[in-house]
């Protein structure tokens, strides 16, 4: 079965208002700074030059960078977490699920974000994001400890990582430790308690499962990037 990915616009133009833009200014100049980094959604693209010009025409310098999987530059993809050298970063878009993606990697940066529905502009909060760093790490440490290690697997397109996960399965193997692939279109977390001798869970489907539903896991869980920068 092939899948079409089709890219849907909003139908109006957006400015950010005149508040917005002092607003965002004052807390640039908090950080001495008069530089932020510029994201939004395929949704809202089309609106990134008139943006940056926006912005620009107000002394505010919009950096735009590209992350791996994006197709934009300036585009940011909720499954994709990445590090950007900027001071700050505004978020033009709706939800939460995006802004948190730049946060993963860009914790200590402050994140802006303007929603064109409600006109609100508010800056992130990361104490949940602290909270799941920190419950990464200790993670990574049952991760070394453990034997048993359950590699959950997507059939989905964009999220089937097979081969890379039958390769994590070979190295842990040969480190001594017991691994297990578990393969699905949609990850059952029910089912996965069937499985009670599993001791870490390692994710190689959309990265967002391990911060979004760990709750539902009844073990750690990893993302296959958090153990990429260790040796097997």
Known sequence: MKTFFIETKVNFKVILPEEVIKKLKEELNKLNTNKVGLFTT??????LEH???QLDDKEITALTFQGKHSTYEGQVLGCSTYHFDAPAFLYVGDGLFHP????????????YTY??????FTQLNIDEIKKTLKRKKGAISAFHMKENIGIICSTKPGQNNIRKALKLKSQLEEKGKKAYVFLENTIDYNQLANFPFIEVWI???CPRIMYDDYKKFNKPVLNMADISEFEF
């Open 203 to 205: 994710n190689t489907a």
């Open 100 to 111: 948190h993606a730049l946060a993963m990697k860009n914790i200590d940066k402050p994140i």
């Open 42 to 47: 395929i949704q809202f693209f089309d609106n």
């Open 51 to 53: 943006l940056k010009k």
């Open 115 to 120: 929603d064109p529905f409600t006109k609100k």
